[in-house]
């Protein structure tokens, strides 16, 4: 299940098992059960949970908890801290941060706080009787006084009310009951006693999370063919799922396909896949083979999925499935980080195998290591290291990139390129890709993809690094909106017009047309 308000902010962290430091990844609280096994999957933990190291940034509901040590405590026992102070209601809250008053002051003196006593102060909370409108002494003397609750002043005159001190009694009150005020509540703790629902050892039973899907919708008909309020009679549904369930579903809404429903939520294992890329309804049944994708997946497979989804910036659920059908396509290795600790891995892996590691130890190689990633086409995630489609992150390569030499050789002596039309505009080819500083003012560089047959151009975009067709210049900014990309059908696809010219050449072409412009005014 979703948990749409998170307040705690978490930072998990475990050791490097080679080259020492620490893989981190932060986690926010309550979480679902695929959002604790991301977190573990980020800090290479899967399987061994007991290694993380737990540290707690941040608390909205209970600010102390970053101040504070905790006893022995484990990341399950935290998160269920969070789902039970968030169930806490806007009375029973103030009571919560009565009871505990005390538990948290023995901290101040160095003391360890216990996560049980925590987790058990979140109950039995209704049981304190709670004063609405005393919040200082002098109202509570009064409440005190009126309600009888001093016995020692049952026996004062009612004559002599007016000249009784009300603050003195409050404070009198105030040390029988250790009371506390809280905004505009007077909670007398003296009334709670802390039940003993979590042992220490076996944390409650909650209401099991449903971990049959991939993929969730919370879907409903459109409000023409639902009596009420169609989100009363939404439901979720669980995907991958069957067409003919759907197509029962949908019946069910009065609909004559799933697809002519409405959906209010959406909930994904995969936290790259969200309901931005999702967009529509129309859309649901590429959702419901992309989850039947995920959930064939081994956890090894959903590691490196999400790594290919960070690494390209998948904008759509088209695009995501086409990745999960080709995932075997990518390279993936878990363990590094950083480009520095990658080029120690394919140095290691390279070298002979008599040579000792070790040696790498000290090394930094930065620089070196986001060098051999734009040469190999790599990326590093925060799952590890992922090749482009049908790339090797291991294979030998030289140092200098053909590609790269030419585009410099282009750059410094202006070699003619293609003059194409792509977009209803005028533009130049380049089969590599070209760097900031080769771009002449007033032009601007986009980069084609290849279709996976490498047969066609299928979309123009700001950045290509799976499938990458040339390089093309333009005069103008292109606006590539929600999607990210400009689509190429066969029809739309570049036209080479037989003509070539440099850079520098295209560029004062623009500024000439202006000139000839403004003259014929």
């Known amino acids: 299940m979703t948990y749409n308000r998170k307040i705690m902010r978490l930072e998990l962290s475990t050791e490097k098992a080679l080259n020492g430091g620490y893989y981190y990844a932060e986690l926010l609280l309550p979480a679902a059960d695929y959002e604790l096994k991301d977190a573990m999957q980020r800090t290479r933990a899967v399987g061994k949970e007991n290694t993380v190291e737990v540290s707690i940034l941040e608390c909205d509901i209970l600010p102390e908890m970053q101040d504070i040590r905790l006893d022995t405590f484990s990341l399950d026992e935290l998160n269920f801290f969070a789902k039970r102070l968030v169930s806490l209601t806007d009375e029973e809250l103030p009571v919560f941060y009565a009871v505990t008053d005390e538990v948290f002051r023995a901290a101040d003196n160095g003391g360890l706080v216990s996560i049980k006593d925590l987790i058990n102060s979140t109950y039995g909370l209704d049981t304190v009787p709670v004063a609405h409108n005393v919040s200082n002494l002098s109202e509570l003397g009064r409440f005190a006084f009126e309600n009888e609750l001093l016995s020692d002043i049952d026996d004062i005159p009612e004559s002599a009310i007016p000249f009784l001190n009300g603050e003195q009694i409050g404070r009198v009150q105030q040390k029988n009951d250790k009371g506390v005020f809280a905004g505009n509540y007077y909670i007398p703790t003296v009334h709670y006693e802390r039940p003993e629902v979590y042992d220490g050892v076996t944390l409650p039973e909650e209401e099991p999370e449903t971990s049959d899907f991939a993929i969730r919708l919370l879907v409903s008909g459109t409000p023409e063919h639902i009596k ?46 969200t309901p931005e890329m999702f967009g529509s309804m129309s859309d649901v049944q590429t959702l419901n083979k992309l989850a039947a994708e995920i959930s064939i997946m081994s956890e090894a497979e959903q590691v490196k999925f999400k790594a290919v989804l960070d690494a390209e910036n998948t904008a759509s659920i088209q695009d995501a499935l086409n990745v999960a059908q080709n995932l075997w396509r990518y390279e993936f290795t878990a363990e590094p980080d950083t480009a520095d600790a990658f080029f120690k891995n394919y140095v290691a892996e390279n070298a002979d195998s008599r040579f000792d590691s070790r040696w790498l130890g000290g090394l930094f190689a930065r620089n070196e290591g986001e060098r051999l990633l734009g040469r190999i086409g790599a990326a590093v995630t925060d799952y590890g290291v992922i090749s482009v489609r049908n790339g090797h992150l291991f294979e030998p390569v030289p140092y200098d990139e053909p590609e790269a030499k030419e585009l410099k050789t282009q750059a410094m002596t202006e070699e003619k390129l293609d003059v194409i039309e792509v977009l209803d505009r005028r533009a130049l080819f380049s089969n590599g890709r070209l760097m900031p500083e080769q771009i002449p003012e007033g032009l601007y560089a986009y980069d084609l993809r290849h279709s996976d047959d490498g047969d066609r151009f299928c979309a123009i975009e700001p950045k290509v690094g799976v499938n990458h067709g040339g390089t093309v210049l333009i005069r103008d900014i292109l606006d590539f909106g929600e999607s990210g990309y400009i689509p190429l059908d066969e029809d739309a696809e570049p036209n080479f017009l037989g003509d070539k010219m440099t850079p520098s050449e295209f560029a004062d072409e623009e500024v000439q047309d202006e000139t000839l412009q403004m003259g014929g005014m």
């Open 228 to 273: 009420g309020d169609p989100v009363d009679r939404a439901i979720w549904l669980d995907l991958p799922m069957a067409s003919d369930i759907l197509a029962n579903y949908a019946a069910a809404f009065n609909e004559a396909d799933i697809g002519d429903c409405v959906y209010y939520d959406f909930e994904s294992v995969i936290p790259q896949i």
